[in-house]
């Protein structure tokens, strides 16, 4: 079974083993839906079962089962934490994992055909920006908003655009 990563444990905290994660996921309250975690690093992986989560900030506090001092907790900053496919939320429509969408075709409706390929969604920003490759190698962003994405299609692993005029800059002849 394939393996999201979702989380950093970044830090620990206090003295009891409680550990400090970045959250990857958009959802803040992501851990509180979850049983147990995977968590990975120096070449060791184990399943964590998870006791009681809480928050600092935007930063998540989570105790888990057999970390129960701050060495234990020390021992695991720098993990990853992954979830399986079976614990991932089922998205409203028109909604989609990253993980799903990249690799997929870009093309445009207008003047610039087939785009590329989706390498990337950057999510700092305040849309969701589709980082496309193009066939020469160069880079394209795209805003995730409807006025410039017209349809997703999954299963023919389509994304479809409708750009205006210049929006993609050819840029000086080489």
């Known amino acids: ?5 979702i989380a950093k444990i970044v830090n620990a905290v206090g003295l009891k083993g409680e550990v400090k994660v970045y959250n990857y996921s958009d959802v803040r309250e992501r851990f509180e839906e979850l049983d147990e975690i995977i968590i990975s690093g120096k070449k060791q992986e184990s399943v964590k079962k998870i006791l009681n989560v809480r928050y600092q900030g935007n930063m998540v506090i989570l105790s888990l089962e057999g970390i129960d001092d701050r060495n234990k907790a020390e021992a695991v900053k720098d993990f990853d934490v992954y979830i399986t496919e079976d614990d991932l939320k089922e998205l ?6 990253v993980r799903d969408l990249i690799g997929m075709k870009v093309i445009d409706e207008g003047e610039y055909g087939e785009i590329g390929t989706l390498k990337d969604v950057l999510q700092n920003t305040s849309q969701d920006v589709y980082v496309v490759r193009t066939a020469e190698g160069r880079d394209v962003l795209i805003p995730a908003v409807k006025d410039f994405i017209r349809s997703v299609d999954q299963e023919k692993g389509v994304i479809t655009t409708t750009l205006i005029p210049g929006f993609i800059d050819e840029g000086p002849e080489a």
């Open 92 to 97: 409203p429509e028109d909604t989609f994992y």
């Open 1 to 5: 079974m394939e393996k999201i990563k």
